[in-house]
């Protein structure tokens, strides 16, 4: 394992590794001394705050914790799969926000997850760590097993295409619980082709649905996140709402008529005709200008 170095302004300590799938960065944050973030190949993944756990600094992964804190009681356990796990921060929220928590977190990179382990430690009971491809881990989820279901898997800055599925979804579904959830973090940006496509996908399996999502993304405005929440069950969308709506930076919580409105111009995708998500901006998730 290499020893960290200062970052360039010398108040953060960089730690660089080459992981299974690219070059990964651990960068320290001068403003909070016990944080840090996850990149790879340039592309931010995660924020992870080791003596807080409760501090969720990117927006979307915010958003994620207003789900987890709505979808039961206070502290109530709740069954939780991860695909994408990155620094393992929402499973560390969910872990010191609902103890006694089953949760499984699926990472692709072995190497990744392995050097998490060792620089952003964790209790080993957490949580089960899986190494594996996402799609591969559905299928062998136990039918009706998971109350919420995240997906947040990128390879480099984009959504794989093999996620993106009404296949894909049929499995997702498949793995919910009576009202459970699944979680989608989506990137798009201009005239939010790709997350039109995915709403349509996402509702062939699961009629409920809702896009959490920035006023100016959902406009067209600039490219970003936007959580698409499903199920087979009314959504907590009212307790969603308030808490986003109070967030540092707000959010709003599309659905019903609206959102299939949105949604009425996006095609079903399967495997054959499915895309990885667009190209982000240079800038955007930290990507470099050179990025893929």
């Given at each position: 394992?290499?020893e960290?170095?200062?970052?360039?302004?010398?108040?953060?300590?960089?730690?660089?590794?080459?992981?299974?799938?690219?070059?990964?960065?651990l960068?320290?944050?001068?403003?909070?001394?016990?944080?840090?973030t996850?990149?790879?190949d340039?592309?931010?993944?995660?924020?992870?705050?080791?003596?807080?756990?409760?501090?969720?600094e990117?927006?979307y992964?915010?958003?994620l914790?207003?789900?987890?804190?709505a979808?039961?009681p206070?502290g109530?356990?709740?069954?939780?799969?991860?695909?994408?796990?990155?620094?393992?921060?929402?499973?560390?929220?969910?872990a010191?926000?609902r103890?006694?928590?089953?949760?499984?977190?699926?990472?692709?990179?072995?190497?990744?997850?392995?050097?998490?382990?060792?620089?952003?430690?964790a209790?080993?009971d957490?949580?089960?760590?899986?190494?594996?491809?996402?799609?591969?881990?559905?299928?062998?989820l136990?039918?009706?097993?998971?109350?919420?279901?995240?997906?947040?898997?990128?390879?480099?800055?984009?959504?794989?295409?093999?996620?993106?599925?009404?296949?894909?979804?049929?499995?997702?579904?498949?793995?919910?619980?009576?009202?459970?959830?699944?979680?989608?973090?989506?990137a798009?940006?201009?005239?939010l082709?790709?997350?039109?496509?995915?709403?349509?996908?996402?509702?062939?399996v699961?009629?409920?649905?809702?896009?959490?999502?920035?006023?100016?993304?959902?406009?067209?405005?600039?490219?970003?996140?936007?959580?698409?929440?499903?199920?087979?069950?009314?959504?907590?969308?009212?307790d969603?709402?308030?808490a986003?709506a109070?967030?540092?930076?707000?959010?709003?919580?599309?659905?019903g008529?609206?959102?299939?409105?949105?949604?009425?111009?996006?095609?079903?995708?399967?495997?054959?005709?499915?895309?990885?998500?667009?190209?982000?901006?240079?800038?955007?998730?930290?990507?470099p200008?050179?990025?893929?």
């Open positions: 394992m290499p960290p170095s200062p970052g360039p302004s010398g108040s953060s300590v960089v730690v660089r590794v080459e992981v299974d799938h690219g070059l990964a960065e960068v320290s944050d001068p403003d909070r001394p016990s944080s840090w996850l990149l790879v340039g592309t931010a993944q995660s924020h992870v705050d080791l003596d807080d756990p409760t501090h969720l990117f927006e992964v915010r958003r914790g207003h789900v987890v804190d979808l039961a206070a109530e356990p709740l069954r939780v799969v991860h695909l994408g796990g990155g620094a393992w921060t929402l499973a560390r929220y969910v010191a926000t103890p006694r928590s089953p949760q499984a977190v699926v990472e692709l990179d072995g190497a990744l997850a392995r050097l998490v382990g060792d620089r952003l430690p209790d080993d957490l949580w089960q760590l899986r190494v594996g491809d996402a799609r591969a881990e559905a299928v062998a136990p039918p009706g097993g998971a109350d919420l279901l995240v997906v947040d898997v990128f390879a480099g800055a984009r959504i794989p295409a093999h996620l993106t599925s009404v296949e894909f979804a049929g499995l997702a579904a498949a793995a919910l619980a009576p009202g459970g959830v699944l979680a989608v973090n989506l798009d940006g201009g005239p082709a790709f997350a039109r496509s995915q709403v349509t996908t996402v509702g062939t699961l009629a409920h649905r809702a896009l959490v999502v920035a006023g100016d993304v959902w406009h067209g405005r600039r490219f970003g996140n936007l959580l698409l929440l499903a199920s087979a069950d009314p959504l907590p969308l009212g969603l709402a308030r986003t109070a967030d540092p930076f707000p959010a709003g919580v599309r659905h008529a609206e959102l299939r409105r949105f949604a009425r111009t996006g095609a079903v995708v399967t495997d054959r005709t499915a895309v990885p998500s667009p190209v982000p901006p240079a800038g955007f998730f930290g990507r200008a050179d990025g893929p």
